[in-house]
């Protein structure tokens, strides 16, 4: 079936450097595309989304890209900071506005000192 | 403002107990989603409700588990009898259709010995 998945379950960077967070997709009828940051014991928090008439959006320190010929998204974390460390999830959804989101495996990210 | 509420948080049972979990959406809110998380599957959709009715229950893993909405502000999910393999995060979303973004309460972490 259809998925989507991340390609690095870890990623280690040092504080304020920039990472970049990546997920590919494979459902050609998803619409809206959405980053989760999880953090120990806690519910997935929205970070950024992007709908599909879009390839780019920027937040606070974070933008999301979407490539829709090679089905790849991203999340760039500009740089960052002790707290940035967390579960990163892209989601996708298709089919409209009722229908739940399909979550990635997720990626962990570590920060350095 | 209240986000998602879900009870327990925490809940240790035998194998064979029933299992009934809660959640509380935000106000407001017309469409409501229970996720389970683990480490092997990651978040799996197992059923949403818009406007109080099950839209899809695709992903509920067979008939140990059931969910009911009896309003707008009152969802249960419920496992009977419940098996080891059923210890996981169980998480509880809310939305307004067509906004995008879930909202997700902190979980309930099952342990079924």
């Not at chain 1, 991340?6 to 494979?26: F, K, M, R, W």
């Not at chain 2, 106000?27 to 998380?37: A, D, I, M, T, V």
């Not at chain 2, 599957?41 to 008939?63: A, K, T, W």
């Not at chain 2, 009898?81 to 309460?105: H, K, N, W």
């Amino acid at each position: 079936g259809e998925s989507v998945g991340l390609h690095l379950p870890t990623l280690s960077v040092q504080e304020g450097d920039n990472s970049i967070i990546n997920c590919a997709y494979s459902n050609s009828a998803s619409d809206y595309f959405i980053w989760y940051k999880q953090e120990s014991g806690k519910g997935p928090q929205f970070i950024i989304d992007i709908r599909s008439n879009m390839d780019k959006r920027q937040g606070q320190r974070v933008t999301v890209l979407l490539n829709k010929t090679v089905k790849h998204l991203s999340l760039q974390i500009a740089a960052t900071q002790p707290g940035d460390s967390a579960v990163y999830f892209c989601a996708e959804r298709s089919g409209g506005g009722a229908d739940g989101l399909t979550f990635g495996k997720g990626t962990h990210l570590i920060i350095q000192p | 403002d209240a986000g998602v509420i879900q009870s327990p948080r925490h809940e240790v049972t035998e194998m064979g107990q029933e299992v009934t979990l809660r959640c509380k959406p935000i106000s407001g809110h017309n469409s409501l989603f229970w996720y389970r998380q683990t480490m092997m599957r990651g978040l799996e959709l197992l059923i949403y409700f818009n406007n109080n009715v099950p839209i899809d229950d695709s992903g509920m893993p067979e008939d140990r588990f059931s969910a009911k909405m009896p309003n707008a502000s009152f969802s249960t999910l419920k496992i009977q009898p419940s098996e080891p393999r059923d210890s996981a995060v169980y998480f509880c979303a809310s939305t307004m259709t067509g906004t995008g973004e879930l909202f997700f309460g902190e979980g309930s972490r099952l342990t079924v010995l």
